[in-house]
């Protein structure tokens, strides 16, 4: 079996930086280097952005699921 075969069959992790990430430091260097002249606010908005979309569907989720408990406990008590 060629090295090729080898590593295309194994397990693979999907990881990395992401879009959000790349546009974080992209916007970093760029604030650092002084080509923008954005607050540090804005500069770290994809992060920001990223970290309240992820809060949000995590409470979102939650209450999905207390939601399903209560009601399953109305129809287990009729």
Not at 36 to 55: A, D
Request: aromatic share 12%.
């Amino acid at each position: 079996m060629s090295d090729d075969r080898k590593r295309s069959t194994g397990s693979t992790a999907s990881g990395g930086i992401g879009f959000c990430g790349l546009l974080t430091i992209a916007f970093i260097v760029l604030k650092l280097t002084h080509v923008i002249n954005w607050s540090w606010f804005w500069v770290l908005s994809p992060l920001i952005f990223s970290v309240g979309l992820v809060v949000f569907i995590l409470v979102f989720l939650i209450l999905v699921l207390i939601i399903v408990g209560i009601i399953k406990g109305i129809m287990e008590s009729l």
